[in-house]
């Protein structure tokens, strides 16, 4: 397995909805990533977990919220969101190093209403 | 700091052209090097990487060389076909306390048939 999967495929929330993205890859990676991207905009980094812990979070609003449950799993919790914040997110995975390159999922589409 | 230049785009060129993307970057130590692909409405796909100076990283008729002397990692094909129409993005990896990876503005490709 090859893949880096992510559900839902598209999402449309209320700025007072709660909901989550979730990411999940059976590769054996050790690193998981959350990618915000911007129409015709490189990714920009939003979360780094290395085994299991968050090491990098890139001075996020504090309404987006990560976890992640154990190796293969990550989700991305939304609460509060604002219409700026519509944009694909994009989950990858790599070995523990990085240096072999990423592995990304096809994203999310959100839409903030 | 880090950072990635690539030629603004979009280009344009005609089936079976010759393609260059240019890309140049700056890093202290030796970041690894990477092209990304993304078609329309999909998340990146990992498309060459090299690890160290003068490596040549090559996949689907794509080529780049890792030239530390001109810090620069160009993007070449022989030959584009319609299929390769997408956004190309140039990347780096370096270790910051967490593998982050710093991608470029991104470069549209448009091949007529």
């Known amino acids: 397995d090859t893949e880096v999967t992510q559900t839902p495929k598209h999402l449309v929330m209320g700025m007072t909805n709660k909901k989550s993205l979730k990411c999940e890859q059976h590769?054996?990676?050790?690193?998981m990533y959350w990618y915000k991207q911007k129409a015709k905009k490189p990714p920009e980094l939003m979360f780094v977990?290395?085994?299991?812990?968050?090491?990098i979070n890139e001075s996020v609003p504090s309404r987006f919220s990560p976890e992640c449950p154990n190796s293969s799993l990550l989700n991305l919790h939304l609460h509060a969101l604002q219409p700026e914040d519509s944009a694909l997110y994009l989950c990858?995975?790599?070995?523990?190093?990085?240096?072999?390159?990423?592995?990304f999922g096809s994203g999310t589409r959100l839409t903030v209403v | 700091g880090n950072s990635v230049t690539q030629m603004e785009g979009p280009v344009t060129l005609s089936e079976e052209a010759f393609l260059t993307i240019n890309c140049t970057y700056t890093?202290?130590?030796?970041?690894?090097l990477f092209w990304y692909v993304q078609y329309p409405g999909e998340g990146l796909q990992l498309l060459l990487k090299?690890?160290?100076?003068?490596d040549k990283g090559s996949n689907k008729g794509f080529e780049a060389t890792y030239r530390k002397e001109t810090t620069s990692f160009h993007l070449e094909k022989g030959s584009v076909q319609v299929s390769d129409s997408a956004v190309y993005f140039c990347?780096?990896?370096?270790?910051?306390?967490?593998?982050?990876?710093?991608f470029g503005a991104g470069t549209r490709l448009f091949v007529k048939a």
């Open positions: 990858a995975s790599s070995q523990s190093t990085g240096r072999d390159g990423y592995t």
């Open positions: 590769m054996g990676h050790r690193a």
């Open positions: 977990y290395s085994y299991e812990k968050l090491s």
């Open positions: 890093a202290t130590g030796y970041p690894s």
């Open positions: 090299a690890t160290k100076a003068d």
């Open positions: 990347a780096l990896s370096r270790n910051t306390g967490g593998f982050k990876t710093i």
